[in-house]
């Protein structure tokens, strides 16, 4: 019975480290930070780039006068209103944007959105189409870069999505723009150093016009940029991550809003893994696609407050069954894991966060990843399965 309930829980322990594992690899190759490499040259091929907007008068027309900046003769600028009722059409409108507006209340959904942009640039396409949320602000050139390296690699191109806490005073803010900082800039850049695609951020996103034409993205999902890039990978397009181009957003400000926020992609995130992650694994090994493979396996890594959780309640149960058992095996795998795991965030932290959060965060970082259990909790009782847009404010 001991021996059964031990192999049991060294099991458990050996999924647990798999993500954990995924994380510490990631960071090892990132720590030596962005490495300077050649950027594609030649003329920059023209671009249209389409903005998804719900209700979002309040942000878009300073997004639609950046994005203008960096646009040349030819190059196309759509937005798509979706289901708004608000002034958005009217605002792109007379930022002088190409705008087309979408009313379905039974298919809503970002993804619903793409694909009628898509349909609609269709009509006279460009040789490369950005995708840009309506509340991000693209830096100067990412245009230029993100469109280069989609026509020279002939894939999507990921440019590097950061987000900033408006509110640095609260210890929960800094801790969501660290998490947020090793999700998307550590772990794809490690991804990239090792010659491997990433995730989709759903924002800052560059697509050959034969790649974006033919990807299937009307749907629904919570996390469509996610299950867009898994899609893509499996078709043999998987994304690549370009560092040089980067876009900026910040957190709502509203209690409400980034819980809401937070609901949405973490939701989002842990239902892939339950859903998609599976039927990915198996068409990896299956097909030999080495690339899906890998952005399956990231994947895995779930949101690092609900890691941080998973080996907790491991130790605790890994010390539990070694004193019932006399036999401290148990005890000891959940410490190598948590141990790993230590490892990957001090390593980030050293390398990439100290700007944002000091060691006192860290250490008192506890309390808000143990906040977040409801949270985690509702995705079993009652997840968020319809796309609800954030209040910022």
């Known amino acids: 019975m001991v021996f059964f309930l031990e ?17 510490l690899m990631q960071v090892l190759l990132a720590w030596r930070g962005e490495r300077k490499g050649e950027q594609p040259g030649g003329e920059r091929p023209a671009v249209a780039v389409l903005v998804p907007a719900h ?3 309040a942000s878009l027309g300073d997004t639609l006068d ?10 196309r600028l759509l937005v798509v209103a979706d289901n708004c009722s608000d002034d958005t059409a009217g605002i792109a409108w007379r930022a002088g944007a190409e705008i087309t507006e979408r009313h379905d209340e039974l298919r809503r959904g970002k993804g619903y959105a793409l694909d009628h942009g898509v349909r609609i640039l269709a009509s006279d396409p460009r040789p490369v189409v950005i995708i840009v949320d309506a509340d991000c602000t693209l830096e100067s050139g990412a245009i230029d870069i993100l469109a280069r390296e989609a026509v020279a690699s002939g894939r999507p191109v990921q440019g590097l999505y950061l987000m900033h806490a408006p509110d640095r005073e609260r210890l929960s803010s800094r801790i969501a723009e660290f998490a ?3 999700k998307n800039h550590v772990r794809p850049l490690g991804m990239r150093h090792a ?3 990433c995730q989709l951020m759903g924002t800052g996103m560059a697509f050959p ?10 749907t629904g999902h919570l996390v469509e940029d996610m299950k867009l890039g898994l ?7 998987a994304p690549l991550f370009c560092p040089a181009a980067r876009v900026h957003s910040e957190f709502p400000t509203s209690a409400r809003g980034a819980e809401a926020q937070r609901s949405r992609w973490e939701h989002g995130h842990m239902g892939m893994i339950f859903g998609a992650l599976p039927g990915a694994l198996r068409r990896a090994v299956t097909t030999g696609n080495v690339e899906l493979l890998m952005m399956a396996l990231d994947l895995m890594v779930p949101p690092l407050a609900l890691l941080c959780l998973a080996c907790a309640a491991l130790s605790l149960l890994g010390l539990g069954a070694s004193l019932l058992s006399g036999a401290w095996l ?8 948590m141990l790993l795991l230590g490892s990957a965030l001090m390593l980030a932290w050293i390398c990439f966060g100290r700007g944002i959060v000091s060691a006192r965060d860290i250490l008192f970082g506890m309390g808000y990843i143990a906040g977040k259990l409801p949270l985690y909790v509702r995705f079993f009782l009652r997840r968020q399965v319809e796309w609800i847009r954030t209040e910022r404010r």
Do not use: Y
């Open 231 to 237: 899609d893509l990978a499996s078709r043999g397009t």
């Open 180 to 182: 947020w900082l090793v």
């Open 7 to 23: 192999l049991t829980f060294l099991a458990v322990a050996a999924l647990v480290a798999v993500p954990v594992t995924m994380l």
């Open 66 to 75: 950046r994005l203008k900046a960096q646009l040349k003769a030819g190059d």
């Open 55 to 57: 209700d979002e008068a």
């Open 330 to 337: 148990p005890f000891f795998a959940a410490l190598a894991v």
């Open 209 to 218: 016009w034969s790649v974006i034409s033919a990807a299937p993205l009307a």
């Open 195 to 197: 010659g491997l695609p």
